[in-house]
């Protein structure tokens, strides 16, 4: 009896250290800028995403489809310690561009999913995730989807010799649309998972399977290089 305590205070703590940050300013500012980002659950310490571990690289990002006008989030650090997830959603109204920049020497670790969601079919709104300097870098450990409608708003960017991981599914169709994926030389995906998808009709620069994954491709995609 005593052990079986022991173990649902242990998952009660774990699940109290998840934190969701949802960012609250418009504009153009830095990621660790803690004002500009609104703290909801949990007991997470962090002031900024990922700054303690948070019960294991656990705090949630969220970029809402709310934010009044067009907003750049730019990662200049890498972030102490993974997050647990990102969601980044396109405004339903006006001409917004919502987009987070992956910084140079930089890597991003997301111990779980990262979502591209299309809030509206509006062209003038999209969301934008960018990794696009040579030695900039997307790790996570989950899938990495794309979500769009008829109009894609959706842009996940590694050209310039970005590198991207992922440990699950690779969906650039989760909608009726492919999102964008945006490539060049040197940009390398790696899929280190062990039963994966890679969905859309896209071009890999150079891919490489890592620990005997068994990855099946779109009959649609291109691929330059495999390693």
Same mark, same amino acid.
């Given at each position: 009896?005593?052990?079986?305590?022991?173990?649902?205070?242990?998952?009660?703590?774990?699940?109290?250290?998840?934190?969701?940050?949802?960012?609250?300013?418009?504009?153009?500012?830095?990621?660790?800028?803690?004002?500009?980002?609104?703290?909801?659950?949990?007991?997470?310490?962090?002031?900024?995403?990922?700054?303690?571990?948070?019960?294991?690289?656990?705090?949630?990002?969220?970029?809402?489809?709310?934010?009044?006008?067009?907003?750049?989030?730019?990662?200049?650090?890498?972030?102490?310690?993974?997050?647990?997830?990102?969601?980044?959603?396109?405004?339903?109204?006006?001409?917004?561009?919502?987009?987070?920049?992956?910084?140079?020497?930089?890597?991003?670790?997301?111990?779980?999913?990262?979502?591209?969601?299309?809030?509206?079919?509006?062209?003038?709104?999209?969301?934008?995730?960018?990794?696009?300097?040579?030695?900039?870098?997307?790790?996570?450990?989950?899938?990495?989807?794309?979500?769009?409608?008829?109009?894609?708003?959706?842009?996940?960017?590694?050209?310039?010799?970005?590198?991207?991981?992922?440990?699950?599914?690779?969906?650039?169709?989760?909608?009726?649309?492919?999102?964008?994926?945006?490539?060049?030389?040197?940009?390398?995906?790696?899929?280190?998972?062990?039963?994966?998808?890679?969905? #859309?009709?896209?071009?890999?620069?150079?891919?490489?399977?890592?620990? #005997?994954?068994?990855?099946?491709?779109?009959?649609?995609?291109?691929?330059?290089?495999?390693?």
């Amino acid at each position: 009896m005593k052990k079986i305590c022991i173990l649902l205070t242990l998952v009660t703590l774990n699940l109290q250290a998840q934190t969701t940050f949802t960012a609250n300013t418009t504009g153009t500012w830095n990621w660790t800028t803690a004002a500009n980002w609104t703290k909801t659950g949990g007991s997470s310490t962090s002031t900024y995403p990922g700054e303690t571990a948070g019960g294991g690289g656990a705090d949630i990002v969220v970029i809402p489809n709310s934010l009044g006008a067009t907003t750049t989030i730019d990662i200049t650090a890498t972030p102490p310690n993974a997050i647990g997830g990102l969601t980044m959603t396109s405004a339903t109204a006006g001409t917004r561009t919502f987009a987070i920049n992956v910084g140079a020497t930089v890597t991003l670790t997301v111990n779980g999913n990262v979502d591209l969601v299309q809030g509206s079919a509006n062209s003038n709104r999209i969301v934008q995730l960018n990794v696009n300097t040579s030695s900039s870098a997307l790790v996570v450990s989950g899938n990495v989807t794309l979500n769009t409608g008829a109009a894609v708003r959706t842009v996940l960017d590694i050209s310039n010799g970005g590198q991207l991981t992922v440990g699950g599914n690779l969906d650039f169709f989760a909608g009726t649309a492919a999102g964008t994926f945006t490539t060049s030389t040197g940009s390398l995906v790696t899929m280190n998972g062990t039963t994966q998808l890679l969905t #859309g009709n896209v071009t890999y620069n150079i891919l490489r399977i890592m620990n #005997g994954s068994t990855t099946t491709l779109d009959a649609t995609a291109t691929i330059d290089s495999v390693i």
